[in-house]
């Protein structure tokens, strides 16, 4: 299976952006669709973006929608995620994600294949 590793966190003001980077191996990369979750300390992960195989279709969970952009670049084998005026309800392990079906990442972060080590990020008041 792919193997993946992020990168990209960090501390960072509200209202300041950051971008998380995804590196996966393998040639299976291109057929996977990609997401991210999060999970803030004493709270259950919660999904916060996913991006098909081919970069066309993507969905946002609603309290980052505006804010944070997934995308890919299959070339480079890597996802991104470009945060946005962050807010420090967004202070979290970031964890990228991989699955062959984007319903799966859609309906609980327990049943999802494949995942990276996470990266933390801290946004601060």
């Known amino acids: 299976q792919v193997q993946l590793v992020e990168s990209g966190g960090g501390l960072v003001q509200a209202g300041g952006s950051l971008r998380l980077s995804c590196a996966g191996s393998?040639?299976?990369?291109?057929?996977?669709?990609m997401g991210w979750f999060r999970q803030a300390p004493g709270k259950e992960r919660e999904f916060v973006a996913v991006?098909?195989?081919?970069?066309?279709?993507?969905y946002y969970a609603d309290s980052v929608k505006g804010r944070f952009t997934i995308s890919r670049d299959n070339a480079k084998n890597t996802v991104y995620l470009q945060m946005n005026n962050l807010k420090p309800e967004d202070t979290a392990v970031y964890y990228c994600?991989?699955?062959?079906?984007?319903?799966?990442?859609?309906?609980?972060?327990?049943?999802?294949?494949?995942w990276g080590q996470g990266t933390l990020v801290t946004v601060s008041s």
């Open positions: 994600s991989a699955d062959s079906v984007v319903r799966r990442i859609l309906s609980d972060y327990r049943f999802v294949e494949v």
């Open positions: 393998g040639r299976s990369f291109s057929s996977y669709a």
């Open positions: 991006i098909n195989w081919s970069g066309g279709t993507t």
